[in-house]
């Protein structure tokens, strides 16, 4: 058994059949008691359950066991005694299983049930302390001894079942459960004992406390746990109601809110006009007539607008719909401007702002050349600017939307690691938006404009996903023309979009992301080439941005020599400008100060202004140096010039490497090394030196890393000088990889080396003889004041580097 019905909560049908049968139960007599005050009768199991006495409650049973000891006990007439198992779900308690508590129960006529399971009416008579279990037939049966209650009727007592009856009142008055006769039938009852069992039987409490209570014999002491229980029931039943009373509160509020919208929008109908959202759909349909885009996002706006004609104006869904809307009405999806192919007009833009640059601009008057021939037929470049800071890759992109004709937009990819920064995120997140892309085009309200996309070289990568794969659909032509945002849901077209990337190395971009672009290479400008720049562009304008007339401030060559080679040490001029702007700054505070202010600035005023020098460029040495030679190395700057220094010093033939070189450059002196070795002869050198002698090779400057293969030639020509003591010429460097048999390999980077060779004012710089190919992009003035020689194997650079001994 482990349902039963209390009788509060009775149809009134079968409520009045139980009380008609319960006249039927008083019929039946107790339990005989014997000689030693014991009762003899069968066990009813009770599951979650606990019956007290004078109450009639039906059971439904469900154990075989069960249904034949109530058989029994019907055929017989006899009573049986009710216990609560400990265990709820225990489906075969034995006697250990049950609490030594009970209640004699009469029994009435079994019923069957529809749904197959049978009934029992029961009537509660006395409490009974089981004494022993008899488990020798099919149920069980015990020997208990009833229990004798007797109540004191004083003052205290009647004051104890005041007391209770009044917080039993409260609580029939709070529980929707319980019917209003439920305090008429405890306020008849004058036995305290009586009482406590009736209030107990209709408490909302668990089968263990209701237990603890047929437990306590005393009519008095379990009056006063059950007043506590009413208590705390009580405070329950009044958090209850409260809850209750603001449910119900904001439910009928809602109602009542919902009723005056419809009787306003019948209103509003009738008159003629209309809600805010009904307002706002007759708008949206007026924008997607007018709204020239493909059939595929005309349908898709038109059941976007039918889903939000559909919904309640306080509907979450409502401003989600309308932003997704408003975001497919304003692009522009058939919107181009016109671009200008006067060719003449964009060479004279190009030359107006930047100074040389002879491969990006020849490669855009090219594309408006073919523009101008082929119309539609052709298909927009994706070019990639590749240099270092500072030589102009962002600010020709400015210049050549300008030339064309088309808006321009500059995204700065430096640092993104989530891939829905370029496609979107779905609509499903909270928030949601476009990709940048996306977000670009609509701010440009044109579907063609000039979209350089900075620092494409640092992308990031993290769990979120791959931004670099992302962009593989956007800057492929066979794909970009029905890209799709994940916010859109819907293929936009960026096949008419002239996409520019920057970046300072190739050497982070994925290969896949790389082989769709056209690279287009930005090289650092020489000394020469930044004195004009300065001249031409920087500083006429920064004096006007800081309030000066065109020749209110003059600046000598020499001084903006000193200011490259002390103040600005780089490859592009963006530390230049800034130099030349913080000069005019100080001007201009002595001139609103009303001091004397310059009119010429010359070198030596430079440290007055700007302090000391910023930059200490490499020295040559005064004199030709055994075991010293100067490489050539690129960096993302620009060249530069790294000094080699090597020493034997006496030991085991241990080669160390110090300067956090790399693992290529460890390898390369290691080649440099044997191939010295292989060659000892030839070169004048006892084989003995090296078994004898450690070798230290370092390279200065130890905090910046250092790797490749270009500086073997030149730690080779370090290691011969140390080993035959023969000094290297001071004014001389040199790049190239070295094999074991000393034959020189190609290196890159040469135009950026041989300029830095140049900055240092050297005489001799040797390259590569398969190089050659490269020297057409070194600057004219460069080729004549160096004298540049190709070389093929060790022995001729060793010929030209090495002076002779003293």
């Known amino acids: 058994m482990n349902r039963y019905f209390r009788w509060p909560d009775l149809p009134a049908d079968f409520s009045g059949f139980i009380h008609r049968k319960a006249e039927d139960l008083y019929d039946i007599p107790d339990a005989e008691q014997a000689d030693d005050g014991l009762v003899h009768c069968s066990v009813l199991p009770l599951k979650d359950l606990v019956l007290f006495p004078n109450m009639v409650t039906p059971l439904f049973l469900e154990s075989e066991s069960s249904m034949q000891a109530v058989e029994q006990a019907i055929t017989t007439g006899q009573t049986m005694i009710a216990v609560a198992q400990i265990d709820p779900e225990d489906p075969d308690p034995g006697p250990e299983d049950l609490f030594p508590v009970g209640t004699e129960i009469a ?152 009723y005056l919208r419809e009787q306003m929008k019948t209103i509003q109908t009738e008159l003629g006009e209309f809600d805010l959202l009904t307002q706002d759909v007759l708008e949206l349909r007026e924008k997607i007539e007018m709204l020239e885009a493909p059939e595929e996002v005309r349908s898709r706006a038109e059941k976007e607008v039918i889903r939000l004609s559909q919904m309640p104006s306080m509907s979450p869904e409502v401003g989600i719909i309308r932003t997704y809307l408003e975001w497919l009405l304003e692009l522009p999806w058939t919107t181009y401007t016109s671009d200008n192919l006067d060719v003449t007009n964009a060479a004279g833009v190009l030359n107006r702002d930047h100074f040389g640059l002879k491969d990006p601009k020849e490669r855009i008057l090219e594309y408006i050349a073919v523009q101008h021939l082929a119309g539609e037929k052709q298909r927009q470049p994706i070019l990639c600017f590749v240099g270092p800071p500072g030589t102009g890759k962002t600010s020709i992109g400015r210049s050549i939307a300008e030339a064309l004709g088309r808006k321009f937009i500059r995204i700065s990819l430096g640092g993104i690691r989530d891939e829905a920064e370029i496609r979107g995120h779905r609509r499903t997140y909270i928030g949601a938006l476009p990709g940048r892309i996306i977000q670009a085009i609509r701010r440009a309200e044109s579907a063609n404009p000039l979209f350089m996309l900075d620092e494409i070289d640092k992308l990031g990568i993290d769990f979120r996903g791959d931004p670099a794969s992302a962009l593989l659909e956007v800057l492929d032509p066979e794909q970009n023309n029905s890209f799709s945002d994940h916010y859109l849901e819907v293929p936009f077209d960026l096949s008419r979009v002239l996409f520019i990337t920057t970046a300072n190395t190739l050497e982070t971009i994925p290969s896949a992301l790389l082989d769709r672009m056209e690279v287009i290479e930005f090289p650092g400008y020489i000394e020469e080439e930044k004195i004009k720049i300065a001249r031409d562009f920087l500083i006429p304008r920064q004096l006007e941005r800081n309030g000066f007339d065109p020749d209110a401030l003059q600046f000598t060559t020499e001084t903006l020599q000193r200011l490259i080679r002390e103040y600005t040490w780089e490859a592009g001029v963006r530390n230049l400008e800034r130099e030349i702007s913080k000069i005019c700054r100080k001007v201009a505070r002595k001139k609103v100060e009303g001091k004397k202010i310059l009119k010429r600035v010359q070198p030596e005023r430079l440290e007055k202004l700007l302090g000391p020098s910023q930059m200490t460029p490499p020295q040559l040495e005064d004199n030709d140096m055994v075991g010293i030679a100067f490489g050539l190395a690129w960096t993302e700057n620009g060249g530069e010039i790294i000094e080699i220094e090597v020493s034997f010093v006496e030991g085991k033939g241990n080669l160390q490497i110090t300067g956090q070189v790399g693992d290529v450059m460890q390898e390369s002196a290691q080649a440099a090394l044997t191939y010295i070795k292989s060659r000892a002869d030839v070169l004048d050198i006892d084989p003995e030196l090296f078994e004898k002698c450690d070798i230290h090779i370092h390279i200065p400057e130890t905090a910046i890393p250092k790797d490749g293969p270009s500086a073997g030639i030149t730690m080779a020509t370090a290691l011969v000088s140390a080993a035959t003591e023969r000094p290297v010429r001071r004014d001389i460097a040199m790049t190239g990889e070295i094999t074991l048999r000393g034959r020189v390999l190609p290196v890159g980077g040469i135009r950026e080396k041989v300029m830095a060779g140049y900055r240092m004012k050297l005489k001799t710089v040797l390259i590569p003889a398969v190089n050659d190919r490269h020297l057409v992009d070194i600057p004219r003035i460069v080729r004549s004041s160096l004298e540049i020689k190709l070389v093929r194997h060790m022995d001729e650079v060793l010929e030209i580097a090495l002076a002779e001994a003293d």
């Not at 008849?188 to 107990?200: E, K, R, S, T, V």
């Not at 306590?216 to 002491?221: L, Q, S």
């Not at 009413?230 to 109602?255: A, P, T, W």
């Open 107 to 258: 029994v009435g006529r079994l019923m069957q049930i529809p749904d197959g399971t049978s009934s029992v009416l029961t009537q509660g008579r006395r409490r009974v302390q089981i004494v022993e279990f008899i488990s020798d037939g099919p149920y069980l049966r015990a020997l208990a001894r009833p229990v004798e209650e007797i109540a004191q009727q004083d003052k205290e007592t009647t004051a104890l079942m005041r007391v209770v009856l009044t917080l039993f009142e409260k609580y029939v008055e709070m529980n929707r459960s319980l019917p209003d006769e439920a305090y008429i039938y405890a306020l008849n009852i004058d036995n305290p004992a009586w009482l406590g069992d009736l209030i107990a039987s209709t408490l909302s409490i668990s089968s263990l406390e209701a237990q603890t209570i047929l437990e306590v014999f005393d009519p008095v002491t379990r009056l006063q746990q059950i007043s506590v229980l009413l208590g705390r029931e009580l405070d329950v039943l009044e958090l209850e109601n409260e809850i209750h009373s603001k449910v119900q509160g904001e439910f009928d509020r809602s109602q009542r809110e919902m």
